[in-house]
């Protein structure tokens, strides 16, 4: 054999080599990416739009809740000054293992900071598609939201462009974005309701007092209201809040 075939030859393996080694690294790499869809959501309401509002409350409920469920809390405030607005989470599961009974969250720690600009952007588009209808200017805007929802609320409130009057956490505390200066101001230009139960296990005193001295450090006024109960809503307590009968207990 020649000696130009001989090198002819080895060149050639080395390149079948090569392109193995390329077509390997190829097949191992991953990269994740996102792309903006346009999906529909779903809300309920109680009450209807008339030139009699005076509040229109956003509700956004807790873990594996759906939205029409969670408005059943609600039927005490169904007084005809009020238009009740309940959002839904954008994912749904089967909570059983008949998958008879479905819930919904608002978002899990996979990817989370994206599932929390795409829940945020779905409460702004709520909030324009109800003002569309209803004159802003002549009502109170409440934002209430309960235990998975209490961040759901909160989060809209601080990287969302709604104005609210008033904002009720109900059975969860305030999550990290409402530690910044940007967060506590934001506290400040609003009337805030911090609601748990007193036998609330996921909440404990030192949790509460710590979230209390914090506020309190920044200038936050909360009003603390409690209730014998558990990590659920409470109707009574919930139309004392909003006819603004209760005692601050905190």
Known sequence: MHEGSRQ????????LSDTASTRYDLTMERREHHIKIE????????GEPHHGLAQVWFACHGYGQLAHEFLDHFEVLNDGTRLIVAAEGLSRFYRDAAYRKIGASWMTSEDRLNEIDDYVAYLESLYTH??????????????LGFSQGVATAARWIAHGTVHAEHLILWAQLTPPEFRSREGFRRLRALDLTLVYGTRDKSITSAHLAEQ??????HGVEARHVSFDGGHRMDRDTLLAIAKGDVTATG
């Open 8 to 15: 002819s030859g080895l060149h050639h393996s080395d390149l």
């Open 130 to 143: 109800v003002f569309e209808r209803v004159d802003r200017d002549s009502v109170d805007v409440v934002v």
């Open 39 to 46: 999906r529909t959501a779903r809300y309920v309401t109680l």
């Open 212 to 217: 209390q001295d914090r506020l309190e450090a």
